[in-house]
């Protein structure tokens, strides 16, 4: 099997698949009007606009109504995994007495749906051993956890595994600002609404940085970090990020960008981009 291939199915199966799901995001989490979605509502309580087939009644006007929240969410996958594999095709409808558990066990994959993205990411950037090994061992410990059933799901000691994850990480990131810069670029201590139109931001670091609605218009982003950074409405048009580093699929579709703008080999334009 060429590498390439090898690299589509893991990234394929780090994509969201709702017609595989039942509207876990959409029932399980917490979400408020002001972060985008259509109303307030608790955690395990069905939105108002999901069917009884779990599709979305506004799916084709979300960005019309500016469902922001709803745009940006993406789970890497953890929805059908919990439905089709761990609960084997039955819904929080069909055993309403394990909603609760459904919705709980939903929120910890959907933690380590996310941590794995990042590690199968930072496994495909390092060649450094025995940093490399340890990463993959924490893959495969991941996938593991994913498979368990969802008593033993829900008595992971997640913060541990998350530590020992971020610790790995860690490394790679500083692996990575070595082999571009010899120390880390310096970058603003403020991206709010700023203009970076053209900037050549490559080997910064902008984890957990608020780049909401900055413009980054035509600007080159090799190396650059997004670990946890807030791109809703960042502009990325014209950008080349086909070389930014744990950039998820919810942080671009959280932004605004176009045709021309280069995203990394696993990433899908959002269909808001023309
Ligand atoms: S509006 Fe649609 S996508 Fe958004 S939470 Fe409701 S059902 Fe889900």
Redesign the pocket.
């Known amino acids: 099997m060429m590498i390439h291939e090898i690299n589509d199915k893991i990234w394929e199966h780090m994509k969201s698949d709702c017609s595989k799901c039942s509207?876990l995001?959409?029932t399980a989490l917490f979400?408020s009007k002001t972060d985008g979605?259509?109303k307030d509502k608790a955690s395990g309580q069905?939105?108002?606009?999901?069917?009884k087939d779990y599709?979305?009644?506004?799916?084709s006007q979300?960005e019309k109504?500016k469902?922001k929240?709803?745009i940006g969410?993406d789970c890497f996958g953890a929805g059908q995994q919990v439905t089709q594999v761990i609960y084997q095709g039955q819904t929080w409808n069909d055993i309403p007495n394990q909603s609760t558990e459904i919705f709980d066990v939903f929120v910890i994959v959907f933690k380590l749906y996310q941590i794995r993205y990042y590690l199968i990411e930072a496994s495909s950037l390092i060649s450094a051993q025995p940093l490399k090994k340890s990463i993959q061992y924490l893959i495969e410990e991941n996938i593991k956890m994913c498979h368990y059933r969802p008593d033993s799901i829900l008595s992971l000691d997640l913060e541990e595994y998350r530590h020992r994850a971020n610790q790995s990480l860690k490394q790679v990131c500083k692996l990575l600002q070595q082999s571009i810069h010899s120390e880390s670029k310096k970058v603003p201590a403020n991206f709010l609404g700023g203009n970076f139109r053209g900037q050549d931001m490559s080997g910064a670091d902008l984890s957990t940085k608020l780049l909401i609605a900055a413009n980054f218009e035509k600007s080159l982003f090799k190396g650059t970090i997004f670990l946890g950074a807030d791109t809703r409405d960042t502009n990325f048009s014209d950008a080349d990020l086909s070389e930014a580093v744990f950039l998820t699929q919810g942080q671009v579709n959280a932004a605004k960008g176009n045709r021309n703008t280069k995203l990394p080999y696993q990433l899908d334009y959002p269909p808001t981009w023309k």
Do not use: A, E, T, W
């Open positions: 509207g995001c959409c979400f979605f259509p069905p939105c108002i606009n999901l069917l599709r979305c009644k506004i799916h979300l109504q469902m929240g709803c969410y």
